[in-house]
T-cell receptor, first 111, second 117 residues
Framework: DAGITQSPRYKITETGRQVTLMCHQTWSHSYMFWYRQDLGHGLRLIYYSAAADITDKGEVPDGYVVSRSKTENFPLTLESATRSQTSVYFCASSPEGYEQYFGPGTRLTVT | AQKVTQAQTEISVVEKEDVTLDCVYE???????LFWYKQPPSGELVFLIR??????QNEISGRYSWNFQKSTSSFNFTITASQVVDSAVYFCALSDLPMEYGNKLVFGAGTILRVKS
């Protein structure tokens, strides 16, 4: 089906482990984004990408790494997970950089 | 700096009541974009509307309407004849970056709307 998907939907990991959250969109949108949603902070931008091989930091990039070798994929890697990275992670894409269309989210728990 | 304020943390109404969700924004740019998103209990974020700063026309879509007033830096959202399915968290968002940077969104804290039957 067309759209934007995220995997896994739920993940529990231990402190210090590397974790990769996947994001895939079938619309061939140029722009892609990663947000985290936390109580009291709303949605905050982690990283974004304007096209394949072009990425830039958002508001809270520390501890995260992204890559975008293909237009449709935008994985987010937590290099060494910490408890403060327990959150709900949303991926989004945008055709022209205006309205963004969000994936279903990944709920990550770091123990 | 950009800022979006949704002063109403939570609103409860009875079905069929009209309800208005407030959004006040701050930006130094003359060109910017405003958005509303809905997050139902299932958790996904659903795009509702985009408004450009140079277009102050109000918009109506079914039971939804939006009132954009640059003079008061507000972009309020009204649901007419609310229904239980309208229960969700509603986010107002702002972007004032050039398109080539992907119009990064700054979100308000959200307003929880509970519609009771």
């Amino acid at each position: 089906d067309a759209g934007i998907t995220q995997s896994p939907r739920y993940k529990i990991t231990e402190t210090g482990r590397q974790v990769t959250l996947m994001c895939h969109q079938t619309w061939s949108h140029s722009y892609m984004f990663w947000y985290r949603q936390d109580l009291g902070h709303g949605l905050r931008l982690i990283y974004y990408s304007a096209a394949a091989d072009i990425t830039d930091k958002g508001e809270v990039p520390d501890g995260y790494v992204v890559s975008r070798s293909k237009t449709e994929n935008f994985p987010l890697t937590l290099e060494s997970a910490t408890r403060s990275q327990t959150s709900v992670y949303f991926c989004a894409s945008s055709p022209e950089g205006y309205e963004q269309y969000f994936g279903p989210g990944t709920r990550l728990t770091v123990t | 700096a950009q800022k979006v304020t949704q002063a109403q943390t939570e609103i409860s109404v009875v079905e069929k009541e009209d309800v208005t969700l407030d959004c006040v924004y701050e930006t130094r740019d003359t060109t910017y974009y405003l958005f509303w998103y809905k997050q139902p209990p299932s958790g996904e974020l659903v795009f509702l509307i985009r408004r450009n700063s140079f277009d102050e026309q109000n918009e109506i879509s079914g039971r939804y309407s939006w009132n954009f007033q640059k003079s008061t830096s507000s972009f309020n959202f009204t649901i007419t004849a609310s229904q239980v399915v309208d229960s969700a968290v509603y986010f107002c968002a702002l972007s004032d970056l050039p398109m080539e940077y992907g119009n990064k969104l700054v979100f308000g804290a959200g307003t929880i709307l509970r519609v009771k039957s």
